[in-house]
């Protein structure tokens, strides 16, 4: 039941805000937001207690990984949608028709890809999170911002018909054994069935997942399209393109690789996913030794964070794959925040270019602090909850016998510290916090308390943990098979 | 049956081996279409013979979608735009030596899946599954738009084929996601194309190189 409601709350906003202008969207698009945030606490409660929550006979089913997921989609929608409570700053009054009901049908199509059972239906919803964001990256309608959005659907629907394929072939070998089934592609029934699927076919189909499910996720060399849509996207969009949607991708991984892993043994798909993540972190740590544009720099750390990530899944074991857990959810925080202040700092300034942005701390005081708190956290210091995330990655490298790929992470992860640093240092001070950028700065509890929430969400990752959250990584590891 | 599903697939890949081959919009739009009726008869033709009445259905639709509906869109899309002479020394000669190998490449790459198939459809899948590997060729290769929408609506049928000789259709529910996803996605690029005449007064790709590191 809560996970029917979970899914109409942004559904159902999706459908009335098409029709609501003004005053009344905001209104609704609130109500929508936080109804929605309402069902994922109740989700995580109901799993928390029932181990998992399922409806529509099956169809529907949420276990400890769904959970942790609906937890993060909530949590990051309800951060970026606030952004837009107040309306759009220049934008026009029709706008709002534009925006919200894509906005809310963008959470819904996450929310149904980390809910449901049938794989194949899991493919249709992350196809839907393409279709429904395209017209979300090129809000703007500018030549950047459209090629953007070509790029962006051209790409992830390659990406997402080679996950296609890979879905086939593993419904092949699902129904080669046990007969066309009628849920031959529920999660749960090839589960059951994987010892006995035929590992050949499964882990060929594992490379077309992981490539076609990685380009969601944003794995090198699959990323070429997430920079332009990060950096071109309207803030709250980019916010939560890098927060979740990023993190679906490789939830879907995450589900086909349960199933590999029992049919043909876990050292395939941990090969793979190393050889991403190390590549992905090159690539990214390539970009960030120099940035010139912040809103690329987020998104090229995007990539460098997604490859962690499959590189604590790559190297196994309980820290491992309960780091990778926490660290997309740290990630999330932590990246969306960066996104909705980089909104702010690119209104304020006109402009995104790093060199031109000088003395943010001076100019906007509010925005500034938490922009660079929000990037000390990125970077991995401590007392924020990346610290750990990563710490439990690395050290499950060295432990697990992956030495020299968790030294050259490291090495990587060194690199990228080093471009954000010196960015940072360029935006955060220096002369010429114009006056223009002063007088903007104009900011209620209303715009400050979602960033303060989530910044000291992260604060609890990075030092005491809040009960439950052990016990409920714990059951997130169990879910993916250790 | 083997015969009946090979034959029609082996057709789907000479159509498909002559997309690429070649140059003018209406005559690849056509062979599009030639593509998409041969995989829609190839659906009715495993409905009929595996005794599995919801393909003949599934035929229909796909029909309905990739031999009318999108063929539709394209031509709109392309309205306006100039027949583009072949620039001199190009021809399709090394696309076509290319999309060869991708036939041998496919049969290599597809061995695990037609190792453990007992279907009597097993046969044709790599040829399906080529046709799928050309259709990316195409998509990849596109110089302008048009061409790259077209490659990936190949790959697509490709896939489409894939699927329904290595599992005889998938579930309906999954079908129908399918079916609706590619139209939209369709429908999405018109509007990105059609924006994007109107922004660059061409549709060449190289005009889309704003956006770099």
Redesign the interface.
Known sequence: MSLIVLLLAPLAGAALLGRATGAAARTLHAAALAATLGAAAAVVVGVAGAGTVTALDGLLRADALSAWMVGLIGIVAALAGAETLAGFPGGAAGESRRFYPLFHLFVFTMLLAVTTD?L??M??AV??TT?AS??LV?FH?T??S??????Y??IC??GI?LA??GT??I???D??RIG?E?H??RWTTLVRWAPQL?P??V??AFVFLLVGYGTKAGLAPMHTWL??AH??APAPVSALMSGVLLSVGIYAVLRFKTVVDLAAGPGFTRRLLVLFGLSSMAVAAA?LWAP??FK?MLAYSSVEHLGLVSLGLGFGGLWGVTGAALHLGNHALAKSVLFVLSGRIRDAYGTVEIPSVRGLLAAMPVTGRGFVVALLALLGLPPFGLFISELMILGAGFQEGWGPAAALGLVLLLVAFGGLLRALHSMAYGAGGSAAAAARETLTWKGAAPIAIALSLLVLTGTAWPPGLASALERVAAVMGG | MTATTNLLVFFGLVVTLLLVWRQSWPARVRLFVAQSILLALLAAAIGWLAGKPALLVVALVFLGLKAWIIPRILWRMAAGTPLRALPPGHSSGVALLLAGGLVVAAYVIILPITATATLPTADAIPLAFAMSLIGLFVCVTGRDVLGQVLGFLVFENGIFGLALLATYGLPGLVEAGVFLDVLVIVLLMEGVVMQIRREHDSIDVDRLRELRG
């Not at chain 1, 459209?146 to 790029?151: F, G, H, I, T």
């Open positions: 049938d194949g239906l493919w249709v196809e839907g279709l395209v017209f090129n309608r030549r950047a459209l090629e953007a959005a070509y790029k659907l051209l629907s390659v018909a296609f394929v086939v072939f419904y092949f070998a129904a080669q066309a009628t031959a592609l035929p050949a076919v882990e060929l920079p332009d950096s071109e970009f010139t544009n690329r």
